[in-house]
DNA sequence: TTGAAAGCGCTAACAA
DNA sequence: TTGTTAGCGCTTTCAA
C-alpha cells in the first residue's frame, strides 16, 4: 500500500492535520515550528509521499482535471490540439483526460461524454456535436452549470467557439481562381459549416463547384483512410477532372494524395489541393499542404479560459464566440495545367 | 453541487447503504426488495446520478485508470498505439490517461511519471526510458509492486517488451540490395536498437552505411520537422548521395520526405525511404512509405496484459520480452535509377 | 505550537 | 428486507 500521511504522522510524532499542513505548505499559517516542519518535509521525502489522489479529490471536491473529447486522436487536427492543451492545462496545474468517440454515433459521443464525467473531470471541451439541446446532458450541463466548452459547434445556451470559415475559404478560391482554376471540387464529409462558405465563394468568384461526399456511416470511422483513398481512385478517373480539390480536413487530405499519387496524378502539378485544420501534419506533406487555417493555438486558448472561468465560478458567455479563418498558404496550389 | 447517493436514498426514504447497494448491481445479493430497486434505480436516472469518482476510488483504493507515458503525441507512432490503447483499456472498464514528455530531459521524463503517480493511476505503460536503476521512481515501482511496463526500452528487473529490429532490418536492407542500391543512409536520432541492426545487415548484404544524426537536443522536441526537414536539405545537396535512406521513425520520414520534395528530389525515384514503426501515417504518405514494423497491436495487447495482470495481483515476468519486427513492404523503394 | 475531530461520498460487513 | 457503521486519506476548523 502506497504511504500516508498518517505514515509520516507516525514516524515524526505528530498528528496528521500537521502533516497535511505543512505538506500544502500552510506551514506558517498553521504557525508550525521550523524544526517540526523540516523534520516532515524530510520524512516526506525519504518516504516518497505523494498525497492520495482520491482522498484530496473528495474533500475537495475537484479532481484538478480537464476532459478532452474529440472524434479521433489519429486526426493531427485533435492531436495537434490535444497536445497543446495537455501543455497548457498542466501549467496550470492540471491534467487532460483524453476520450475520443470515433464518431461511431451520436449515442456513443454522448456515452463517452458520460464516461468522462464518471471520470471526475471539473470540465469538459468538447469537440463533438453530441451534446446539444434536448439531450439529457445538455440539460444536466446548465442546471448544474458544468463547466463546458463546445468547439466547432454552435450549442444554444452553452458557451462554445465556432470557426467562421468565410474569409479562409474566400481567400482559397481567389486564390485557385487567380491560379487558372475553374472547375472546383469538394471532397470530405457532409459539413455545412464548410460547404456553404465555398459554395458562396465559388459563385462569388465565378467558378464551378463539384461536391463529392466521401461515404462514411456510422461506425465506419476507422476506415477514413481507406474512403479518401477511394474517393481519390474515382476521382482520378473522373473524365473531366475539376483542377482543385479542398477536402474537409488536412486529414483526410493526407489519404486523398496518397490515392492520387497511386493513380498517378501528380500534386499540383495536376490537381491542386486545399486542406481544412492548417494542421502541422499537412506541412509535411509533399507537397507542403495548403490549408485553411482556424488558428488552433488562439481558439484553445480561448477555450481554456472559458472552462477555467467556470471552474472558478465566474460564468461564461453563451453567445457563440466567431473566430475567421484564413488561408495558410503552402505549396499545394499552382497555376492550372 | 453533483447529486450524491444520500439525495437519493433521501428521496427514496431508505438508507444510503441500501442505494449502493442497488446501484452497484448487488441488490439481489443483499435481498433488497423488487419494488425499492426500482423506486431507486428510476430516481437515480431521474436525477442522472453519477457515483462520485473520489467516493469511488477512496474506498476501492483503485481509479481504474491507467497511464499511458509517450514522448509526443502527434508522433503518429505514439497516437496510433494511444489510440489502441484506449480502446482496449475502455473495453476493460478503465480508462486512460496520456500524458506526455516532449522528450525535452531525462529529468523531465521522471516528472512527468510522477504526475501520472500523482493522479492516481492504477499502473503505467510507459514508452519512455526514464525509470530506469538508480532513480527513486525505479525502487519504487519495485518496492510497491507498482504495475508496471515499459515498451521500447529494456528496463533491468521491470517488466518490459522490447522490439528486436533485427528481422526487418534485415528483410528491409536486403530489399534494397536486390534493387541494387549499394549505399544506404541512416537518418535519425541516435538509436542504438535500431542502428546496430541496420549497421549489421549493411555488412552482411555487402552494402555500406552513413549515418547522419540529426541534432536534437533536449527541448528541441517540437522542432523535429525542422531537423528533419532540414536534414533532407543537406542530404539533397550531397554530391554523392547514398540512394536509399533509413530513418529512425516514420514520424520523421514524413518530414524528411517532405524538405526532399523541396529540393525537387522525388522518391523513390531518385531515393529509397524506409521508415520505422510500420505507422498508419506512414501508408498515408506519397508515395506509401515501406516501414519496419513492430506489430503495435500485438505489442500493446501483451502490454496491457501485463499491467492488468499486476493490478490483479499476479506478478508479471520481468525477463525483456521480445517482439520480432518485419517489413511492412509498401511503395517507397524501388529500383536504383 | 499542535492535536482533535468533522466530514467529503462511497463500499461492505454486520445488525436488526 | 433494510439500516447502521466503520473506515478509505485528506483538508480545515476549532480547541487546547
Redesign the interface.
Known amino acids: 500500500?502506497?504511504i500516508t500521511a498518517t505514515d509520516i504522522a507516525k514516524r515524526v510524532g505528530v498528528s496528521q492535520g500537521t502533516v497535511s499542513s505543512v505538506l500544502n505548505g500552510n506551514g506558517a499559517k498553521a504557525r508550525i515550528a521550523q524544526a517540526t516542519q523540516e523534520k516532515i518535509l524530510a520524512v516526506a521525502k525519504e518516504l516518497?509521499y505523494?498525497?492520495?489522489?482520491?482522498?484530496r479529490?473528495?474533500v475537495r471536491?475537484r479532481?484538478r482535471?480537464i476532459g478532452f473529447l474529440c472524434g479521433?486522436?489519429?486526426n493531427?487536427h485533435f492531436?495537434?490540439l490535444?497536445?497543446l492543451a495537455?501543455e497548457e492545462v498542466?501549467r496550470r496545474g492540471f491534467?487532460?483526460?483524453?476520450?475520443?468517440t470515433k464518431w461511431h454515433t451520436a449515442k456513443n459521443d454522448l456515452e463517452t461524454f458520460?464516461?468522462l464525467?464518471?471520470?471526475?473531470v471539473d470540465g469538459i471541451i468538447s469537440f463533438g456535436s453530441a451534446v446539444r439541446k434536448g439531450t439529457?446532458q445538455y440539460a444536466?450541463v446548465r442546471a448544474?452549470q458544468f463547466p463546458f466548452v463546445c468547439i466547432g459547434h454552435a450549442v444554444a445556451g452553452l458557451p462554445c467557439i465556432i470557426s467562421d470559415n468565410h474569409p479562409g475559404t474566400d481567400e482559397a478560391v481567389r486564390l485557385c481562381q487567380a491560379n487558372g482554376h475553374r472547375r472546383l471540387a469538394y471532397v470530405g464529409l457532409p459539413e455545412p459549416a464548410k460547404e456553404r462558405p465555398l459554395a458562396d465563394a465559388a459563385a462569388r468568384h465565378g467558378v464551378s463547384l463539384d461536391t463529392y461526399h466521401v461515404p462514411m456511416r456510422p461506425g465506419q470511422w476507422a476506415q477514413v483512410?481507406a474512403c479518401a483513398r477511394e474517393a481519390a481512385h474515382r476521382f482520378a478517373k473522373l473524365p473531366e477532372r475539376p483542377t482543385a480539390v479542398f477536402t474537409s480536413s488536412d486529414h483526410l487530405a493526407?489519404?486523398f494524395?496518397?490515392g492520387?499519387?497511386?493513380m498517378g496524378v501528380r500534386?499540383p502539378d495536376e490537381v491542386s489541393l486545399i486542406g481544412h485544420d492548417g494542421t502541422?501534419?499537412g506541412?509535411?506533406?509533399?507537397?507542403?499542404l495548403t490549408s485553411i487555417d482556424f488558428d488552433g493555438a488562439q481558439v484553445l486558448q480561448l477555450a481554456l479560459d472559458m472552462v477555467f472561468a467556470q471552474i472558478e465560478g465566474r460564468p461564461a458567455a453563451v453567445e457563440p464566440v466567431a473566430v475567421p479563418s484564413r488561408l495558410l498558404v503552402r505549396?499545394s496550389v499552382s497555376l492550372v495545367s
Chains 1, 2 share one sequence.
Open positions: 500500500m502506497a516518497r505523494r498525497p492520495s489522489f482520491a482522498g479529490a473528495l471536491g479532481t482535471s479521433d486522436i489519429r493531427p492531436n495537434e490535444a497536445d495537455m498542466e491534467h487532460l483526460v483524453l476520450a475520443v458520460d464516461n464525467l464518471a471520470r471526475g439529457p444536466q448544474e483512410s493526407v489519404d494524395a496518397s492520387l499519387w497511386e500534386i502541422a501534419a506541412g509535411a506533406m509533399s507537397p507542403p505549396k
